[in-house]
């Protein structure tokens, strides 16, 4: 869910493997993963990677308002 803060040059790759790595984790343990990222233009925003995915500010409010829609059991921040 929420980051640190937007990414720097160099950082991307790395995002994008602990997000990937982490949506596959979730779902080898037989639940759904919901991505929620502001960037589209990351590979973890493929449409083939988590069960659902929001493009969303990562702000508290918009974070919760997902949260408060699908109610997950657990958030990976």
């Known amino acids: 869910m ?10 991307g790759v790395e995002f994008d493997y602990a997000t990937v790595h982490s949506v596959k984790a979730i779902q080898a343990a037989g639940y759904e993963a919901i991505s929620m990222n502001s960037n589209p233009e990351t590979v973890s925003t493929d449409f083939s990677v988590s069960n659902k995915l929001y493009f969303e500010p990562l702000t508290f409010e918009d974070v ?5 829609h ?3 059991k657990g958030e990976v921040v």
Not at 2 to 11: K, L
Not at 64 to 68: E, L, T, W
């Open 70 to 72: 699908e109610k997950p």
């Open 64 to 68: 919760m308002n997902v949260i408060d």
């Open 2 to 11: 929420p980051g640190s803060g937007p990414i720097r040059i160099g950082q």
